[in-house]
């Protein structure tokens, strides 16, 4: 994966990704292993403080993912859910 150096905004909001995370890290070396959970389950939110699923490598547990995948999964299959209050 290319990671999208060649595309001038995605550079941009990578170089800025990792101008955040060193900012992170030099605040507190330790940032990784004292990080709480986020509240959504997204690694980027954990980690960064922002969730960019643009660029993200989207993990195999990723809610977002998940959620995704369960969408078109019931659009395909034409299954409607309907909610009860």
């Keep these: 994966?290319?990671?999208?150096?060649?595309?001038?905004?995605?550079?941009k909001d990578i170089?800025?990704?990792?101008?955040i995370s060193e900012k992170i890290i030099r605040?507190?070396?330790?940032?990784?292993?004292e990080?709480?959970?986020?509240?959504?389950?997204?690694w980027m939110e954990q980690v960064y403080?922002?969730?960019r699923c643009d660029f993200c490598d989207l993990s195999a547990d990723?809610?977002?993912l998940e959620e995704?995948?369960?969408?078109?999964?019931?659009?395909?299959n034409n299954i409607?859910?309907?909610k009860n209050s």
């Design 1 to 11: 994966m290319s990671w999208g150096v060649e595309h001038g905004q995605r550079r």
């Design 15 to 19: 170089l800025e990704l990792m101008d």
């Design 27 to 33: 605040a507190n070396p330790n940032h990784v292993n």
């Design 35 to 42: 990080v709480s959970k986020s509240t959504i389950g997204c």
């Design 49 to 51: 403080g922002i969730q």
């Design 62 to 64: 990723c809610p977002i």
């Design 68 to 76: 995704e995948i369960w969408q078109a999964y019931l659009t395909k």
């Design 80 to 82: 409607v859910i309907e």
